[in-house]
């Protein structure tokens, strides 16, 4: 393997980047609906502006959820990345068989992130906490996923719902030596949650949610656009998700001339759950960051054997009126109050 990996547009022509990413990425054999819909989604994110934006918080952009399963017995879940600081709680819910609580597991996995950015993109675009459920999320997980969720599908969805809304979320933004800001909330306020007795039937969404006023309000200060083409095209991996997510709030900062750099061992930690050794988690994160690039084709990174280097990069939605707190901002304001 070659002693450095350039990802960024100096590498070349978008048609060249996608040949790349089938040959390097996944090999030579037949390409899958999910290399498929990758490749399909580049090519109009490498041409054209994005018509449809989505919206994610800049805390959950640099610190992630658990990418896979947690161990049933861990109820909490800590990351920490350059000023942002993440804690989230399990929290539980009443069984309406048994009237009792029942504890319920972390958020996790590739369908959280997707929820979670639902609710953040139709909080952002109404201007209000309140968000209709039912219309609005089978439109969302069919244009991201490319088909309509079957009953097991919604069953998993409707299950990382729950989670979502039952655990607590503690964001934490460092302002300074002797300054933070703090938002201790749960997304969500209560609605109903469980599935229908009859499995055969099927499943229904509740017709709204509302989201916790601090999260909200938050979320109005913080909410990082990114493109939904890219999310699409990378909805099928959580990791995918969240390196997409960090580099699109992070790259843009960087200041010209100034490349950061991030040893492997930082994005280990980062990035790296269920990796012990470092040399397997660089050789997926490697392969994860090829489609990466190919759905954020302006970001400027190179990896090798010590570490990745990340250059200043146009961010994937830029040039777009974005209106947030009933005041409208372009993409520029919105980056600069979250660096």
Not at 2 to 11: I, K, M
Not at 19 to 44: K, Y
Not at 128 to 149: C, N, W
Not at 314 to 322: D, E
């Amino acid at each position: 393997m070659a002693d450095c990996w350039d990802f960024g547009a100096r590498a070349g022509i978008q048609s060249m980047r996608a040949a790349n990413v089938t040959a390097c990425t996944w090999g030579m054999g037949m390409v899958s609906l999910i290399q498929q819909r990758l490749l399909d989604f580049s090519a109009g994110i490498a041409t054209t502006s994005p018509e449809d934006l989505t919206f994610h918080h800049t805390v959950t952009c640099q610190c992630a959820l658990p990418s896979a399963r947690p161990d049933a017995s861990l109820l909490t879940w800590e990351r920490r990345q350059g000023r942002a600081t993440l804690l989230i709680e399990a929290g539980k819910v009443i069984d309406p068989r048994s009237g009792q609580f029942v504890q319920l597991a972390l958020p996790y996995g590739p369908k959280a992130r997707l929820l979670l950015m639902h609710l953040n993109s139709e909080a952002v675009r109404r201007q209000s906490p309140v968000i209709p459920v039912e219309d609005s999320m089978t439109a969302f997980f069919r244009r991201l996923m490319g088909r309509t969720q079957d009953g097991r599908q919604a069953k998993m969805l409707k299950m990382q719902l729950s989670a979502l809304a039952a655990a607590t979320f503690r964001m934490g933004i460092s302002q300074g030596d002797d300054r933070a800001l703090q938002v201790n909330t749960q997304v969500v306020t209560a609605f109903d949650l469980w599935l229908s007795r009859d499995e055969s039937q099927r499943v229904m969404w509740p017709s709204t949610l509302k989201l916790s006023l601090d999260y909200f309000e938050s979320l109005n200060r913080f909410a990082v656009p990114l493109d939904e083409r890219a999310v699409a095209a990378l909805a099928h991996s959580a990791v995918a998700l969240d390196i997409y997510c960090w580099l699109a709030q992070r790259l843009h900062r960087i200041p010209e001339g100034r490349p950061q750099f991030i040893p492997w061992p930082a994005l280990q930690e980062q990035f790296g759950q269920g990796y012990a050794q470092i040399r397997q988690f660089r050789a997926f994160f490697l392969k994860v960051l090829q489609q990466v690039s190919t759905a954020y084709p302006e970001a400027k990174i190179e990896a090798d054997g010590r570490g990745m280097r990340l250059w200043t990069s146009l961010p994937p939605v830029r040039k777009r009126l974005v209106s947030v707190q009933s005041v409208t901002l372009t993409t520029r304001d919105l980056f600069t109050e979250n660096s």
